[in-house]
């Protein structure tokens, strides 16, 4: 069975700082992986996916994340934290031959001055 | 464009009531979908539908019902609520047609339906 990992359900950086959520993933088969946002009593938004096409993807306002095969990691990074960036972030992976995501437990991140 | 509509946003319930969460998008996404949100457990797949007249069990479908009343509308029933249900509910939509590379691949989510049951 497919299934992601995040660790640390929170991260607190200071505004500036770079940015690292982390996310491993179990597949037996090649994954698609995702990583959306939730900003406060809001729905997920995408903020990029990985289709086995380019390793390093880049996503919405500033974030990236690496597909590391070898280490079974898709983590979620951004070189400088901006206050709007506080939200919970979800990695997830997309069960084979299905369009069901499998999320991970997320990650609240949070911003200080 | 409005993308996927969850009502009603809040509600109430008191052990034992019925309701019905209403979803409908207007993107002519054939797979729809419903999860429950709690903290420290993410978000958990209750059903999903990937076509109209099908509906199938997610990780944790007991206690709900689904039904896919055309391809634009995906309901969600809670038969008789029990205080475990207490959780923020998101239907979301796709489009199984479209390859995964494609930019437009993805899941668009409703804003929630924040469920207390008392």
């Known amino acids: 069975a497919q299934s992601v990992t995040q660790l640390g359900s929170h991260v607190s950086v200071s505004e500036g700082a770079l940015v690292l959520l982390r996310c491993n993933y179990s597949?037996?088969?090649?994954?698609?992986l995702f990583w959306y946002v939730q900003y406060p009593n809001q729905g997920l938004q995408l903020l990029l996916k990985y289709t086995s096409a380019a390793t390093l993807v880049k996503g919405i306002n500033g974030f990236e994340a690496e597909f590391k095969k070898s280490e079974t990691s898709f983590h979620l990074t951004k070189p400088s934290a901006h206050m709007s960036d506080a939200a919970e972030y979800f990695c997830a992976v997309r069960v084979y031959n299905t369009d069901k995501l499998i999320f991970g437990t997320g990650t609240r991140l949070q911003v200080f001055p | 464009n409005a993308g996927v509509t969850q009502t009603p946003k809040f509600q109430v319930l008191k052990t034992g009531q019925s309701m019905t969460l209403q979803c409908a998008q207007d993107m002519n996404h054939n797979s729809m979908y419903w999860y429950r949100q709690d903290p420290g457990m993410g978000l958990r797949l209750i059903y999903y539908s990937a076509s109209e007249g099908t509906t199938d069990k997610g990780e944790v479908p007991n206690g709900y019902n689904v039904s896919r009343l055309n391809k634009r509308e995906f309901s969600l029933r809670l038969e008789s609520a029990a205080p475990s249900q207490t959780s923020v509910y998101f239907c979301a939509s796709s489009d199984i047609g479209r390859a995964v590379g494609s930019q437009k691949y993805g899941y668009t989510f409703g804003s929630g339906t924040r469920l207390t049951v008392v």
């Open positions: 597949s037996s088969v090649p994954p698609y």
